[in-house]
C-alpha cells in the first residue's frame, strides 16, 4: 500500500511541477473561465508566517491531523520554534510524507 501511494505522489509532483503541459487541441472554448487574473494571482501568492499564524490559532486544536501526523495543538504549541518553516519548503513534497 506504500509503494502505491508513494507512486501517487511521484505521478502528482510530475503533472504540477512539469514545464511542458500538453493542452489537448480544441478544448480552448469548452472550458470556462471562472478565475480571474486577479484571482490566480492572489491564489499563487505565497503566505507570511503571520497570515499563516492567524490561520492556526483560528483552527479548532484537536480537529484533524496533518498530512504527517501532528495535530493542530502542536503546531499551536511550538509555533516559536517551527513558525512557517516546514511551509517554506516545497509544499507538495510535505503532503508526502
Not at 511541477?17 to 480544441?26: A, D, E, I, R
Request: aromatic share 12%; glycine share 6%.
Amino acid at each position: 500500500m506504500k509503494e502505491i501511494g508513494e507512486c501517487f505522489n511521484r505521478y502528482l509532483q510530475d503533472v504540477f511541477t512539469s514545464s511542458n503541459l500538453v493542452f489537448p487541441k480544441g478544448l480552448e472554448g469548452h472550458i470556462p473561465n471562472f478565475i480571474s487574473d486577479e484571482d490566480n494571482a492572489n491564489l499563487c501568492l505565497i503566505l507570511d508566517d503571520k497570515e499563516i499564524k492567524e490561520v492556526l490559532f483560528r483552527m479548532g486544536s484537536f480537529k484533524a491531523l496533518a498530512p504527517n501526523g501532528m495535530s493542530v495543538i502542536f503546531y499551536k504549541h511550538y509555533w516559536h520554534i517551527i513558525k512557517a518553516e516546514e511551509h517554506r519548503r516545497d509544499p507538495i513534497a510535505n503532503y508526502s510524507r
